[in-house]
């Protein structure tokens, strides 16, 4: 690792961070979160989902505002193309949890980050979706992620930030590892 003459600052608070993960130890009911989305369909293909409240730290939470997403499908399936696919929403949930993981490890190691982007690409067979082929799968086969992170840092020590990533990642650890998913209808 190299280290930079002035303070590291990747806009992550690592004080509160390991404060928190201390605390939460002590009192693991805190930790007990539960995430929440609403969605409405609108009409064909396309819905809108919402979130905004969540509880956690034993009381309910709120974000500052609601946070909207349209998902639809594109044209090539007929439809309307109001916003992105929901799968493609997945690999923007993984690639968001993964990114916002890279900074905090850096942060905790003292890397300072100049740029990090990432491209993920999820390959799918959509004749299982379609019910064509029942022996094909609905979901991805494969999601590739590709960093380009330039950082004050070997190039073993971004690769170690990335791994770490991964280790510590809520969206990665649901993608790669199976998750109860339970349906009901009211």
Same mark, same amino acid.
């Given at each position: 690792?190299?280290?930079?003459?002035?303070? /590291?600052?990747?806009?992550?608070?690592? +004080?509160?961070?390991?404060?928190?993960?201390?605390?939460?130890?002590?009192?693991?009911?805190?930790?007990?979160?539960? $995430?929440? #989305?609403?969605?409405? $369909?609108?009409?064909?293909?396309?819905?809108?989902?919402?979130?905004?409240?969540?509880?956690?730290?034993?009381?309910?939470?709120?974000?500052?505002?609601?946070?909207?997403?349209?998902?639809?499908?594109?044209?090539?399936?007929s439809?309307?193309?109001?916003?992105?696919?929901?799968v493609?929403?997945?690999?923007? @949930?993984?690639?968001?949890?993964?990114? #916002?993981?890279?900074?905090?490890?850096?942060?905790?190691r003292?890397? +300072?980050?100049? @740029?990090?982007?990432?491209?993920?690409?999820?390959?799918?067979?959509?004749?299982?979706?379609?019910?064509?082929?029942?022996? /094909?799968?609905?979901?991805?086969?494969?999601?590739?992620?590709?960093?380009?992170?330039?950082?004050?840092?070997?190039?073993?020590?971004?690769?170690?930030?990335?791994? +770490?990533?991964?280790?510590?990642?809520?969206?990665?650890?649901?993608?790669t590892?199976?998750?109860?998913?339970?349906?009901?209808?009211?």
């Open positions: 690792m190299t280290s930079t003459a002035t303070p /590291v600052d990747n806009g992550v608070d690592v +004080q509160f961070l390991v404060g928190a993960r201390d605390a939460l130890a002590a009192q693991p009911e805190g930790a007990q979160f539960t $995430w929440r #989305a609403s969605n409405t $369909w609108v009409r064909g293909t396309h819905s809108r989902s919402s979130v905004h409240g969540f509880y956690g730290l034993g009381q309910e939470q709120a974000h500052r505002q609601e946070f909207e997403f349209d998902g639809d499908h594109p044209g090539v399936f439809a309307e193309d109001n916003g992105p696919t929901p493609e929403l997945l690999l923007v @949930s993984l690639a968001g949890c993964l990114t #916002a993981g890279v900074a905090a490890v850096a942060q905790n003292g890397i +300072q980050l100049r @740029s990090v982007t990432a491209t993920l690409e999820g390959h799918m067979d959509i004749r299982g979706i379609l019910g064509s082929d029942p022996d /094909v799968r609905n979901g991805f086969s494969q999601i590739d992620v590709r960093y380009s992170i330039d950082a004050d840092a070997s190039p073993e020590d971004v690769k170690a930030l990335v791994a +770490q990533s991964q280790k510590r990642s809520a969206v990665f650890d649901a993608v590892n199976p998750t109860n998913v339970r349906v009901t209808v009211a």
